[in-house]
């Protein structure tokens, strides 16, 4: 019985582990992650996961794009995206009219599509009308195959067929109120709400008067209009509702369509391009392009010069008016127009320095995987590549910029001499950076990854040289400092101070040694394995033999991570017996054995 016993605990060792292993290998990459930022004050970072939780309503997408492609047909569950807006809070008291109808809202997925709304379009429609799908489901055709063949060809029904089974990358941006489904974004991963102009303010106390306008910006050709009379006149009957003095009536506007007059100034319908309309007084108002180009009610929006059969001219306000019939609220029916411009939001292409951790994938921040998700094109070492590779997707990588860093380009090329080695790596890093420039000229977002947290001896020190801090963005990241802080479970500043160094810079200041010693601070050591022996010297001469050493070898990586306690004595033995001599990082002072501090 009792080897029977045995027999059988070894099984399910031997099972449990399998199983853990097999659920490592096989775990599933986190989801995506929608982050919206910008003018909020509570950023929010939400999982498709998350969206299900939220009250959803349920839309339908017949979805053929302004080519006449056809996508498929999709039933969603999705979030009003005010909704999202609203819990994000998004910060609209310091704008010059008090309302959010001067903002832009920025969408963009993951394969690099933007899209612009305003927050007039979003926010005085019903709710329902933008949304974030979390699920989408295909209503297929209740005809079997069969039949098709009764009328047509597979070539005629195939290519329509196969778009059902293709799946809706999430979230998905939908928009109800469009005939094609062009301003749909699926894959979303970031969310902005973007004030173009944060510095402008408005000035109340000036006439509300203007009788004519211009049309400026990113036109063909500029307008100056006194006179709309070349242009196709309309009426629209319009319910005037105020968000403060309610209803006032319904009305009948003559005029011409905005979107005819803008055509006229040679703008084109780019989806990240927006209409900022102001009158004499700083009073403006947001329309995207979208909105204007693409959905039903945008060719209804109207430059008006007569209400109820008379002129505007003399009544409140300017010869022209803003008129948006369909509209719940008419905050965006600018009184007095005099200036129309064009405005394109498509940010300027960056390069996103990501730091990935010191190790394994589920180190890597939510953040890191949202910069991951912008990017069009990869700066990568080739272990980061292939470590990462279900988070890189299928995204071109420029070059391998760990090569380009000196020590590692030696290894590859041990004939050059210290001249033509500092040579060759300045032509070669030179080549990597005009690919980047490239990417960037041609409006693509470059992500450079490293190991850990950049800015702690990175190894993408180098490339910060040629770009400019507007060009640069860095992304918060785990350091195997973090890690290694985790592993060794001890207050390691203790109300005193942490010096981070590496043996170059002890062997280069030794009154900094002198003075971390003096003081009893914790001394952190980055890649200092195979130095150790050569500084044993300089450490004995300002600290006992008893002193306690922390060895932490390959911090973040599971499986080789381990943590070795000693002292100053007996380190170089423990690093002569280990097998890494690179991943490591080395602790040092009194403080590694203490247990707890209270904060002075």
């Not at 049309?215 to 006149?233: C, M």
């Not at 960056?350 to 912008?374: F, H, Q, Y």
């Not at 279900?390 to 590692?408: E, S, T, V």
């Not at 890649?527 to 922390?550: C, H, W």
Request: aromatic share 8%; charged share 25%.
């Amino acid at each position: 019985m009792k080897r029977l016993a045995l027999v059988l605990y070894a099984m399910l060792v031997c099972l449990l582990t399998c199983s853990s292993a097999l659920a490592m290998k096989h775990a599933p990459a986190p989801q995506p992650t929608l982050t919206i930022t910008g003018k909020v004050t509570n950023p929010l970072k939400l999982t498709v996961a998350d969206l299900a939780r939220f009250q959803s309503v349920e839309i339908q997408l017949n979805e053929v794009d302004r080519d006449r492609q056809f996508h498929g047909i999709y039933l969603h569950q999705a979030v009003p995206l005010r909704t999202l807006l609203d819990m994000a809070e998004i910060t609209t008291q310091d704008q010059p009219t008090g309302k959010g109808i001067e903002l832009a809202i920025r969408v963009t997925g993951a394969s690099g599509k933007q899209v612009v709304l305003s927050w007039g379009e979003v926010y005085y429609s019903n709710a329902a009308e933008y949304a974030i799908a979390f699920a989408a489901a295909p209503v297929k055709p209740m005809m079997t195959e069969a039949r098709c063949l009764k009328c047509h060809g597979p070539e005629i029904y195939q290519s329509a067929l196969d778009q059902y089974e293709r799946p809706a990358q999430l979230p998905k941006l939908l928009i109800r109120g469009d005939f094609y489904t062009g301003r749909c974004v699926e894959g979303v991963t970031r969310i902005e709400v973007v004030d173009i102009y944060p510095k402008l303010k408005s000035d109340r106390s000036l006439k509300l008067e203007s009788s004519e306008f211009q049309v400026t910006g990113l036109v063909a050709k500029e307008l100056k209009l006194s006179s709309l009379k070349d242009y196709p006149q309309m009426s629209m009957w319009k319910k005037v509702v105020g968000l403060h003095m309610g209803y006032h009536g319904l009305h009948l506007y003559k005029g011409v369509s905005l979107a005819k007059v803008l055509e006229a100034a040679g703008v084109g319908d780019e989806l990240t391009k927006a209409v900022m309309i102001s009158a004499p007084d700083g009073y403006r108002a947001l329309f995207s392009f979208g909105e204007l180009f693409q959905s039903f009610k945008g060719r209804r929006i109207m430059l008006a010069e007569s209400v109820d059969g008379k002129p505007l001219k003399g009544q409140r306000g300017g010869k022209y008016r803003i008129i948006v019939p369909e509209e719940l609220v008419d905050d965006r029916d600018v009184l007095a127009v005099a200036r129309i411009e064009i405005i394109d939001l498509k940010p300027k292409a960056k390069i996103s320095i990501i730091g990935v951790g010191p190790g394994d994938t589920d180190l890597l921040t939510l953040e890191a995987l949202s910069a991951l998700a912008r990017a069009d094109v990869l700066v990568a070492p080739a272990d980061i590549a292939q470590r990462f590779a279900p988070y890189l997707g299928n995204k071109p990588n420029l070059f391998d910029p760990l090569q380009l860093i000196k020590h590692m380009y030696r290894k590859a090329h041990p004939e050059l001499s210290a001249e033509e080695l500092s040579e060759q790596v300045t032509v070669e890093r030179d080549a990597g950076v005009q690919k980047i420039r490239k990417a960037l000229d041609e409006g693509k977002n470059v992500a450079f990854l490293d190991w850990g947290d950049s800015l702690i001896y990175g190894s993408s020190r180098w490339v910060r040289a040629f770009f400019s801090d507007d060009e640069l963005e860095t992304v918060p990241a785990l350091s195997s400092f973090n890690v290694a802080n985790a592993m060794i479970q001890r207050d390691i500043g203790a109300g005193g101070s942490i010096v981070i160094t590496m043996p170059s810079g002890l062997k280069e200041n030794p009154q900094l040694l002198e003075a971390v010693a003096k003081s009893g601070d914790t001394l952190a050591i980055f890649m200092g394995l195979k130095e150790f022996q050569e500084l044993k010297p300089k450490f004995d001469r300002y600290y006992a033999a008893d002193t306690p050493v922390a060895l932490v070898f390959s911090a973040g990586v599971a499986g080789s991570e381990r943590l070795v306690r000693t002292t100053l004595e007996q380190a170089v033995g423990e690093l002569k017996a280990d097998r890494e001599k690179f991943l490591g990082l080395i602790y040092m002072g009194a403080r590694l054995n203490q247990r707890s501090s209270e904060c002075q």
